[in-house]
């Protein structure tokens, strides 16, 4: 059985830093890509990042990009989202995602990834 448990999330104030991980089991983590989304209130569920196994290709929303480090350690089957200059608006629970590596394949559809954490909240003051 696959699982991924998030953790790291928090309240911050404006322009604080997070540091977000997921620890994969159940799976082959080194061979599968790794992802994070995100749900504010009351809004459907947006991409963040990704990263894939093969040379571990970034890929950023716009909303974060340059905000935000995605990064991933195979050898402790966890993957890590660094956010920094953090705004109100980046107030969500954040979701760890995984799925097959599939070359080509959007990464921003909920429908591409097949695996799903809990999430971890995080709370962003003004």
């Known amino acids: 059985q696959v699982q991924l448990v998030e953790s790291g999330g928090g309240l911050v104030q404006a322009g604080g830093s997070l540091k977000l991980s997921c620890v994969v089991s159940?799976?082959?983590?080194?061979?599968?890509?790794m992802g994070w989304f995100r749900r504010a209130p009351g809004k459907e569920r947006e991409f963040v990042a990704a990263?894939?196994?093969?040379?571990?290709?970034?890929n950023y929303a716009g909303s974060v990009k340059g905000r935000a480090t995605i990064s991933r350690d195979n050898a402790k089957n966890t993957l890590y989202l660094q956010m920094n200059s953090l705004k109100p608006e980046d107030t969500a629970a954040y979701y760890c995602?995984?799925?097959?590596?599939?070359?080509?394949?959007?990464?921003?559809?909920?429908?591409?990834?097949?695996?799903w954490g809990q999430g971890t909240q995080v709370t962003v003051s003004s």
């Open positions: 995602v995984a799925r097959y590596y599939y070359p080509g394949r959007p990464f921003s559809r909920t429908s591409e990834w097949q695996y």
């Open positions: 159940g799976r082959t983590f080194g061979s599968s890509t």
């Open positions: 990263i894939t196994p093969i040379g571990g290709s970034e």
